[in-house]
C-alpha cells in the first residue's frame, strides 16, 4: 500500500521558514516525479514545485527564489524548503507523487499539511 506522508506545517510569521517533509512508503520515491501542491481557502489546489525523477525541478512564478524543493533518496523522503513567507502561502500543503508505467499513469497524494503565514 502507498503512502505519502507530510509534516513540518505550521504557523510562521511572515518573512519566515519552513520545512515540509513528505515521507514515502510502499513507494520508491526516486522512481516518481515528485511535487507539492497547495490549497488555500475557496481555491482550487494549484502545483508549487516539481522535481522529476531525472533531477530537473520547476517552480510556481510565485515561490522561485523562495522556495526549494529536493529529494533524499536514501531516506524516501521529499522535502520543500520555504524561505520569506508570505500570507498568501497559506493554504494545505499536499505532497504528489505520478509515474508512468507499463504505459499506466499512477498517481498518489498525501493527506495534507496546513502552513499558516499570519503575525
Known amino acids: 500500500q502507498v503512502q505519502l506522508v507530510e509534516s513540518g506545517g505550521g504557523l510562521v510569521q511572515p518573512g519566515g521558514s519552513l520545512r515540509l517533509s513528505c515521507a514515502g512508503s510502499?513507494?520508491?520515491?526516486?522512481?516518481?516525479?515528485m511535487a507539492w501542491y497547495r490549497q488555500a481557502p475557496g481555491k482550487e489546489r494549484e502545483l508549487v514545485a516539481g522535481?522529476?525523477?531525472?533531477?530537473?525541478?520547476n517552480y510556481a512564478d510565485s515561490v522561485k527564489d523562495r522556495f526549494t524543493i529536493s529529494r533524499d533518496n536514501a531516506k524516501n523522503t521529499v522535502y520543500l524548503q520555504m524561505n520569506s513567507l508570505k500570507p498568501e502561502d497559506t493554504g494545505v500543503y499536499y505532497c504528489?507523487?505520478?509515474?508512468?508505467?507499463?504505459?499506466?499513469?499512477?498517481?498518489?497524494w498525501g493527506q495534507g499539511t496546513q502552513v499558516t503565514v499570519s503575525s
Open positions: 522535481i522529476g525523477s531525472a533531477g530537473p525541478t
Open positions: 504528489n507523487a505520478k509515474r508512468v508505467l507499463y504505459m499506466k499513469e499512477f498517481e498518489y
Open positions: 510502499g513507494i520508491f520515491i526516486r522512481l516518481n516525479d
